[in-house]
Nanobody
Framework: QVQLVESGGGLVQPGGSLRLSCAAS????????VNWYRQAPGKQREFVAT???????TYADSVKGRFSISRDNAKNTVYLQMDSLKPEDTAVYSC????????WGQGTQVTVSS
């Protein structure tokens, strides 16, 4: 069974940066597009960014120009570089294929606060 493990979250001040990682067990990620999602307290999960198997990226308008998604197929890992963070970016960040094929991981908490 494929496991998704997100890491790299934490507490950061507004304007700061974090780099999230999404690692999948087994050599499976390279064939799929992968999405990052986030869920803030009291809100539904929302799309953040996607990267296709060929490396084409798309972003939600709310993060465009500040976040960057990338992948390392040799490591079966997808990254989310987050810069110029804002308090409204506070959420639990999760990843999955597009469409979601695997059981969701626990996610990683990102808190942006002074």
């Amino acid at each position: 069974q494929v496991q998704l493990v997100e890491s790299g979250g934490g507490l950061v001040q507004p304007g700061g940066s974090l780099r999230l990682s999404c690692a999948a067990s087994g050599n499976i990620f390279s064939a799929y597009a992968v999405n990052w999602y986030r869920q803030a307290p009291g809100k539904q999960r929302e799309f953040v960014a996607t990267i296709t198997s060929g490396g084409i990226t798309t972003y939600a308008d709310s993060v465009k120009g500040r976040f960057s998604i990338s992948r390392d197929n040799a490591k079966n890992t997808v990254y989310l570089q987050m810069d110029s963070l804002k308090p409204e970016d506070t959420a639990v960040y999760s990843c999955n294929t597009r469409p979601p094929l695997f059981q969701w991981g626990q996610g990683t908490q990102v808190t942006v606060s002074s």
